[in-house]
């Protein structure tokens, strides 16, 4: 999946828009800190928040793992 870096919105979490090219920035560091490799595994553990989809991403750009949330409700 490839997410376009544009200024559209990507999504609003309280008052804070996030654009695409913000999510791109964010999920590009993440990914760069997790150093995961392919045969890694993660979970994302959080509640519903702008970190969230960052992690999932992030997760997803690093490994073409099969992604599990863990529900966190």
């Not at 008052?15 to 994302?44: C, G, N, P, T, W």
């Not at 997803?60 to 949330?69: C, E, Q």
């Amino acid at each position: 999946m490839k997410i376009s870096r544009n200024n559209n919105v990507a999504f609003t979490y309280r008052s804070e828009e996030v654009s695409y090219s913000e999510l791109v920035d964010r999920v590009e560091y993440l990914s760069s800190i997790l150093k995961l490799k392919k045969e890694d595994k993660a979970a994302i553990c959080l509640e519903n928040r702008p970190e969230w989809a960052y992690s999932l991403f992030a997760v997803r750009r690093s490994t073409s793992a099969v992604l599990v949330d863990v529900l966190s409700t």
